[in-house]
């Protein structure tokens, strides 16, 4: 970025959501990719990271939280570091900016439809969150309130008067959180509005999101960083393919283009519902998705003789356990392609499998975090008998 235009957040002292506000984002860069070279450089040679032409208003993902400040007054934002004190925003540098607009919005409608949000102390009110999901390519919206109870007051003149202000929205979900739970969701969904979920689309493959879908949160890297990773598979059609934590299967059907067979599998049923869905919308005939341990899964394979030539794994920010990965090193896949959004949790665990038979090939950090700490990686292992 030549020139570049910093912007100046307001909050950045009470949020502590971006810890690097302030800081140039060229400099940030020079930042992660110094991280990523000491935690992963003795693995192999790292690669420039991919940066962002915009670094700002990527997220597609808003999520809100609703309280009352000292004076009573409706706010909504986000809880202060190591809290539950909420802090109020209008503008986060970071989050869409229609999401964004939407929140505003609701917040302005609680009054007049007398909507009370929630007071963990008390355990009094109605609304405890807001969330908002965006396709960027399909542009379709999906609200989702988060209320304490399956009773909303005058739903329906509710959602009529948000659809107004907001002709853009195309589904509105009401999500039942009724636990004393740091949560945000809880497993009860309403539909008040639309089929209860959007669609977008991910290198040449189309989604279906539902409110608790895992779906990446920075749509345009996301796809430099997954079709990183399948290039890194080097795919001719003939391999079997296992996708470990595979979601709703964003992987494993851009994957399966280039695979001969792909198994997704996940623990997450909801999202295994999705990935089925997305599988027949995507006339993908090749994929199929397995509900259960990944883990589990590839151990029995191994003990059945089965194989696979390509293992895909993106863990959560803990990493994998050594039970994950001792299963992987027994299914001796070729190739193993692992995904990461913490560079500590990959260097401990590209310790392991290097002990254990493989080598680590290529290192690409990609930018899916401006302003944050964090960084994802992308990282080609192979057997060093191969």
Do not use: W
Request: net charge positive; charged share 30%; glycine share 6%.
């Amino acid at each position: 970025m030549s020139e570049e235009k910093v912007l100046s957040c307001a909050y950045a002292k009470k949020c502590g959501g971006c810890r690097y506000q302030g800081v140039p984002y060229e400099k940030q860069l020079v930042k992660k990719q110094k991280q990523v070279q000491e935690l992963l450089g003795k693995y192999g040679k790292v690669q420039k990271i991919i940066g962002m032409k915009n670094p700002y208003f990527y997220r597609n993902k808003v999520h809100a939280v609703f309280d009352r400040d000292r004076k009573g007054n409706i706010i909504s934002g986000i809880y202060e570091p190591r809290s539950h004190r909420v802090v109020s925003i209008d503008q986060c540098l970071i989050e869409d900016e229609k999401s964004q607009e939407i929140i505003r919005t609701i917040r302005g409608m609680l009054k007049s439809f007398k909507i009370k949000t929630y007071d963990e102390d008390t355990g009094y009110g109605l609304l405890r969150h807001v969330l908002v999901r965006r396709g960027f390519t399909s542009k379709e919206i999906m609200v989702v309130l988060v209320t304490v109870s399956p009773v909303f007051p005058s739903k329906n003149n509710f959602v009529k008067a948000l659809k107004k202000a907001h002709p853009e929205i195309t589904t509105i979900v009401l999500n039942v959180n009724d636990r004393n739970t740091s949560m945000v969701l809880g497993d009860r969904d309403i539909v008040l509005y639309g089929k209860g979920y959007i669609k977008d689309s991910l290198c040449g493959c189309t989604f279906r999101i539902s409110p608790r879908s895992f779906y990446q949160v920075n749509p345009k890297q996301t796809e430099i960083l997954y079709e990183k990773a399948v290039e890194y598979a080097d795919l001719t059609g003939k391999e079997s393919v296992i996708d470990a934590y595979c979601g709703i299967g964003t992987i494993s059907l851009i994957a399966a283009k280039k695979a001969g067979r792909v198994t997704g599998v996940e623990l997450n049923k909801d999202a295994v519902k999705d990935a089925r869905i997305n599988a027949r919308e995507n006339k993908s005939s090749n994929v199929r998705f397995c509900e259960g341990d990944a883990g589990e899964y590839m151990e029995a394979m191994a003990a059945t003789g089965q194989t696979a030539q390509v293992v895909f794994m993106d863990p959560p920010r803990a990493g994998s356990d050594q039970k994950f990965l001792s299963s992987l090193v027994k299914l001796n896949p070729d190739r193993v392609v692992y995904i990461s959004c913490n560079p500590e949790t990959l260097a401990r665990d590209l310790g392991y499998l290097t002990r254990k038979g493989y080598a680590v090939r290529k290192i690409q950090p990609v930018e899916m975090f401006c302003f944050t700490e964090h960084v994802e990686c992308a990282v080609l292992l192979s057997r060093k008998d191969k």
